[in-house]
């Protein structure tokens, strides 16, 4: 993922591309989850709970939501608002049953004498041969430490009878992986510098198996000393991605030290990354670890809940991102002023698991936020489930982002009504006009609800229109219109680089005419750097249908510059700093 990347998902979320940009869901239709209505598992007390990321038990090879005696399951981040409290519970419905009231809660994984301070975030979780689940999840230790995150895994035993599912026991809970410092930067590692600055990431583990029984896990984390963080990834060219001017103006910015970007950007060091299992199902401890399938140096220091959905022959690996976690505060700051919100998914294809990959929509850009954070059909924690019949399309699951009511009293997070993106064969996608009820996990014949779709009026409720937005209230979570034109005909697209920075890079198109960039002016640092000021009048966009494309799509060309090795020659780059690989 290049710097140039990064610029063109900001400048799609500014121009809502109706390709990418998520659907107004209806405010009005909205709702808080029943089955949140349960007992906390910090307090055993009930309580209405917050529900965030959450992931079905899916089938290891097809990845389709697995079908257990007759319910599918889903495993819930969940808590109460305003605290600290991320614990993880076990959710069901009858199999195929998209009423958003039916889902019913079995209760918290791992009981009730749970602490704020030992908490579990996102994974994901299959069924294993004996019809046990294996989960997968992230252990975040805040005893003494700053979300000290490892990989974990756990046995659940179920039963069913007439009052539904129910918990029987949880074995086998231990620690997967927790780093390696080569691949993988540890949580020591980041502690030497623990940096305001520097974020570190392990998490978010998602299992896929191969036909022969092969598992691996799909993991967010940050890149270790084989291609690690530091100053010097300002002057690896190939981190760059743009054309000769566009290169040597991010440099020049870049490198400025009194700019907000440049210790953002030696810092940043993301990884979407990726390590077999041994073959025992219920006790797995990793069998090899290898180089990261997608790397973000000097470009974004966070890339979420990794996902790998496989569609005919090749293998789609996705993730949620926010551009408040990138390395360019100018774009931010123009989508925050512009959007309302900054977050995001990117999408990369290969023909093998593990790789190399290429980005989707020649940056990666897959969905872009619609709506303001602060209104109650936000959304975020996008994960890609494959519809059945469907070998070209994927249902887009999500939560609102209400968490402690930033939508207002008593709106809680809640899980987000799906829908449909499109996969072309040209490595473009496509949001589609087909929306569910909230909650809808399994696409079938009764799943369409397009009543759940709005317009940009309608997604908001009474008042939130022009609502300033309090970046304290919204905190680490995570717009204008985007007019539903028919797109033009997909054309072929140019063959994008693989995410992995090149060790050569392309020979670029010649320009009309170069020109010798001027030396960009050091920008006023402004007070709070993270927390971008909302106007006290914000432009309101002009009201536009809501409705998206059925089909068609795009394709954007990658605007390249000429003379790369003349311009390294001239600024002493060339040969500087190469990418290491296995």
Do not use: C
Request: no cysteine; charged share 20%.
């Amino acid at each position: 993922m290049t710097y140039s990347d990064l610029k063109k998902i900001g400048d799609a979320l500014l121009k809502q591309d109706p390709r990418y940009a998520i659907p107004y869901f209806n405010a009005s239709q909205i709702r808080n989850m029943d089955a949140a209505y349960t007992r906390d598992a910090e307090t055993g007390e009930y309580a209405d709970l917050d529900i965030w990321d959450s992931w079905p038990v899916q089938d290891p090879v097809t990845g389709y939501v697995s079908n257990w005696n007759g319910y599918q399951l889903v495993i819930a981040m969940m808590g109460r608002p305003h605290h600290e409290d991320n614990h993880i519970y076990l959710l069901y419905n009858k199999y195929g049953d998209n009423d958003f009231s039916h889902w019913r809660n079995a209760g918290s994984i791992f009981g009730y004498n749970e602490n704020s301070l030992t908490q579990e975030w996102s994974g994901s979780a299959i069924v294993n041969s004996d019809n046990s689940i294996q989960l997968f999840y992230t252990i975040n230790d805040t005893n003494n430490a700053i979300n000290h995150q490892k990989l974990a895994s756990a046995t659940m035993y179920l039963t069913a009878d007439e009052n539904g599912v129910h918990i029987e026991k949880v074995d086998n809970n231990h620690v997967v992986f927790a780093g390696d410092g080569y691949h993988y930067q540890t949580y020591d590692q980041w502690k030497q510098v623990n940096s305001f600055d520097d974020n570190y990431t392990l998490r978010d583990a998602h299992v896929i198996q191969m036909p022969n029984g092969n598992r691996y896990l799909v993991f967010e984390g940050n890149t270790g000393t084989e291609n690690y963080q530091g100053e010097n990834q300002l002057y690896n060219w190939s981190n760059y991605g743009g054309n000769d001017l566009f290169n040597i103006q991010s440099l020049f910015h870049l490198t400025n030290t009194t700019n907000i970007d440049y210790k953002k950007a030696i810092f940043a060091n993301g990884a979407l990354g990726i390590l077999k299992l041994n073959n025992d199902e219920k006790n797995p401890q990793v069998e090899e670890v290898y180089s990261p399938l997608i790397t973000s140096n000097m470009v974004s220091d966070e890339l979420e809940r990794p996902n790998v959905v496989k569609l005919g022959d090749k293998y789609y690996l996705f993730s949620a991102t926010r551009l408040s976690r990138g390395t360019n505060i100018d774009i931010l700051n123009e989508v925050n002023k512009t959007v309302g919100d900054n977050v995001a998914m990117i999408g990369y294809v290969s023909d093998s698991l593990t790789g190399p990959y290429k980005p989707l929509n020649d940056s990666g850009v897959v969905l872009t936020a619609s709506i303001p954070a602060n209104w109650r059909t936000a959304t975020y924690s996008y994960y890609a489930v494959p519809v059945k019949g469907k070998a070209n399309q994927l249902l887009i699951t999500s939560y609102m982002t209400n968490r402690g009511e930033v939508a207002g009293k008593g709106m809680n997070s809640t899980w987000a009504p799906s829908f449909i993106v499109q996969v072309n064969p040209d490595n473009t996608t496509i949001v589609l006009a087909q929306a569910t009820n909230q909650g809808n996990w399994v696409w079938n014949d009764n799943s369409e609800n397009n009543d759940m779709l709005g317009t940009l009026q309608t997604a908001a409720l009474p008042g939130e229109m022009g609502k300033p937005i309090d970046w304290d209230l919204i905190g680490g979570y995570g717009l204008k219109p985007h007019d539903p034109a028919t797109p033009e005909t997909p054309t072929t697209p140019e063959t994008p680089s693989t995410p992995k920075t090149p060790e050569t890079p392309t020979t670029p198109e010649t320009p009309s005419t170069p020109q010798t960039p001027e030396t960009p002016t050091t920008p006023e640092v402004p007070s709070t750097p993270q927390i971008p000021v909302t106007p006290e009048d914000p432009k309101q966009p002009e009201t536009k249908s809501g409705r998206l494309p059925q089909t068609g799509n795009g394709s954007n060309k990658a605007v390249m510059g000429l003379g790369v090795a003349t311009l390294l020659g001239m600024f002493g780059l060339a040969g500087i700093n190469k990418r290491r690989f296995n």
